[in-house]
């Protein structure tokens, strides 16, 4: 492996979604800075902080259907049952629903909690309240998707928060998604919540730490067989 290989591999890369805002962050300082030397500093603090925010690190994800891999980076918010949005058709039944909270210092890239094909996609306007709240689920803008796997229907919603002004879904109905695909990004601060058929077991407690791709969520049945990985 040559030098440069080895540097590429320990930095970061940064998701495109991200370019124009870390341009237009480093105009700004170079801009402030040429004024006040001293606002050319924060200026490359806040750049360095949104070259962060869009981090998209390569993630290691477990090759298993039965497993639910998490959707984002964050924090288990909530774990329970609850009734899914009505846009995305999975009936008014309560599913078992885990959600994930992102600060703004979390990895904003979402992941697909399982593999399968999507054949939905809903966007709804709304609030933006505080996405830490469960309120936030019915009221706030959101983006849902119905993922069709071997283990049923799973909807994954994308809330905006009180920050996120913009939420971006890169894939499309009837698309073909692996889990820990990418298959979205929220601007600045949310939450993912996913909605899983009633066989599925939580793995993770209220407070857990998630890693997108790579934390699982929960389980649809026990598998004592060994897992593979793959990384994205």
Same mark, same amino acid.
């Given at each position: 492996?040559?030098?440069?290989?080895?540097?590429?591999?320990?930095?970061?890369?940064?998701?495109?979604?991200?370019?124009?805002?870390?341009?237009?962050?480093?105009? #700004?300082?170079?801009?402030?800075?040429?004024?006040?030397?001293?606002?050319?500093?924060?200026?490359?603090?806040?750049?360095?902080?949104?070259?962060?925010?869009?981090?998209?690190?390569?993630?290691?994800?477990?090759?298993? @259907?039965?497993?639910?891999?998490?959707?984002?980076?964050?924090?288990?918010?909530?774990?329970?049952?609850?009734?899914?949005?009505? !846009?995305?058709?999975?009936? #008014?039944?309560?599913?078992?629903?885990?959600?994930?909270?992102?600060?703004?210092?979390?990895?904003?890239?979402?992941?697909?909690?399982?593999?399968?094909?999507?054949?939905?996609?809903?966007?709804?306007?709304?609030?933006?309240?505080?996405?830490?709240?469960?309120?936030?689920?019915?009221?706030? @803008?959101?983006?849902?998707?119905?993922?069709?796997?071997?283990?049923?229907?799973?909807?994954?919603?994308?809330?905006?928060?009180?920050?996120?002004?913009?939420?971006?879904?890169?894939?499309?109905?009837?698309?073909?998604?692996?889990?820990?695909?990418?298959?979205?990004?929220?601007?600045?601060?949310?939450?993912?919540?996913?909605?899983?058929?009633?066989?599925?077991?939580?793995?993770?407690?209220?407070?857990?730490?998630?890693?997108?791709? !790579?934390?699982?969520?929960?389980?649809?049945?026990?598998?004592?067989?060994?897992?593979?990985?793959?990384?994205?």
């Amino acid at each position: 492996m040559s030098m440069i290989d080895s540097i590429r591999r320990q930095i970061t890369p940064i998701h495109p979604e991200g370019y124009i805002f870390v341009a237009g962050f480093a105009l #700004a300082t170079l801009v402030l800075g040429s004024f006040v030397g001293s606002l050319g500093w924060i200026g490359a603090i806040a750049t360095a902080w949104c070259a962060y925010f869009f981090r998209d690190p390569v993630r290691f994800t477990p090759l298993d @259907e039965t497993l639910v891999v998490s959707p984002a980076d964050g924090i288990v918010s909530s774990i329970g049952y609850f009734a899914p949005p009505p !846009e995305l058709g999975l009936g #008014a039944e309560p599913m078992q629903r885990i959600s994930v909270f992102m600060s703004v210092f979390d990895c904003h890239v979402n992941r697909a909690p399982v593999a399968g094909r999507v054949t939905k996609i809903a966007y709804k306007p709304g609030l933006f309240l505080n996405a830490d709240l469960d309120k936030a689920s019915e009221n706030n @803008e959101r983006n849902g998707l119905v993922i069709e796997a071997g283990g049923g229907r799973f909807g994954v919603v994308q809330i905006a928060g009180f920050v996120a002004r913009r939420i971006v879904c890169f894939v499309r109905q009837g698309e073909a998604v692996g889990a820990g695909d990418r298959f979205g990004l929220i601007r600045f601060g949310s939450r993912v919540d996913v909605y899983m058929p009633g066989a599925a077991q939580p793995l993770v407690t209220i407070g857990s730490k998630a890693i997108a791709g !790579e934390t699982v969520l929960a389980e649809l049945r026990s598998n004592g067989s060994r897992r593979s990985f793959k990384s994205g």
